[in-house]
């Protein structure tokens, strides 16, 4: 089993549609989870984190489901410049680097 | 200027030849990376740096070397470059708080093409 893994998509969605993504991971050491975002041929950026309790930033709310081991992103109102490429990040235990998902691509249409 | 600048930007070599990218840096960061993008495969971790005398394999470093000149530079370097080595890289920083935050700042990315 892949330590991260996402569903590559696309997820076509129209503008306002609410789109929901799930990354699992495989080590129940993990520590901490993020979600960055990728534009077309362009660097990841850093979306969120994702908190134990939950968190949402705007539309953007972020998820931890530790018993399943996985995280979620949920985006309401999808808006054009939502299309983008989202990787899922997970640190495991001794805090040393991040591991990516393969990344689920958006596309949001009008 | 970006914070993280890496050169050259788009290179296409030939197989066997010497090929060296380099990332520089202006946010003081002490920790530096370098990852591999390829289609279907997603951010692949090369090497990875937290101080000028610590250098570490990271998933795939196997054809790759690196050097740290300074705290504000580290180039990657694929000594005989072959067609599978054909890849965005990136390179990338953090701060000590990195792992917890989870923020690495990335570079534009170098495209390189191994003919």
């Known amino acids: 089993r892949k330590e991260v893994e996402q569903d590559p998509g696309p997820f076509n969605v129209p503008e306002g549609a609410t789109v929901a993504f799930n990354c699992t991971y495989s080590?129940?050491?993990?520590?901490?989870f993020f979600w960055y975002r990728q534009d077309c041929r362009k660097e990841p950026k850093l979306l969120m984190s994702?908190?134990?309790s939950g968190n949402e930033d705007g539309r953007f709310t972020a998820q931890l489901n530790r018993a399943s081991q996985y995280i979620s992103l949920l985006i309401r109102d999808s808006k054009l410049s939502d299309s983008a490429t989202y990787l899922c990040?997970?640190?495991?235990?001794?805090?040393?680097?991040?591991?990516f998902g393969k990344g689920t691509m958006l596309l949001v249409s009008p | 200027d970006a914070d993280v600048t890496q050169t050259p930007r788009n290179r296409i070599t030939k197989t066997g030849k010497r090929i060296m990218l380099e990332c520089s840096q202006t946010?003081?960061?002490?920790?530096m990376y370098w990852y591999r993008q390829d289609p279907g495969l997603g951010l692949r971790l090369i090497y990875y740096?937290?101080?000028?005398?610590?250098?570490n394999k990271g998933e795939i470093s196997d054809g790759y070397s690196v050097s740290r000149q300074a705290q504000a530079k580290f180039s990657l370097s694929l000594e005989s470059a072959i067609p599978n080595q054909t890849a965005l890289y990136f390179c990338?920083?953090?701060?000590?708080?990195?792992?917890?935050?989870?923020?690495?700042?990335f570079g534009e990315g170098s495209r390189l093409t191994v003919l």
């Open positions: 740096s937290f101080d000028v005398k610590d250098i």
């Open positions: 990040v997970v640190i495991s235990s001794g805090y040393s680097t991040l591991t």
């Open positions: 990338a920083t953090s701060d000590v708080t990195g792992p917890y935050t989870g923020e690495l700042f």
């Open positions: 994702v908190y134990s």
């Open positions: 946010k003081g960061h002490d920790r």
């Open positions: 080590n129940s050491a993990s520590q901490s």
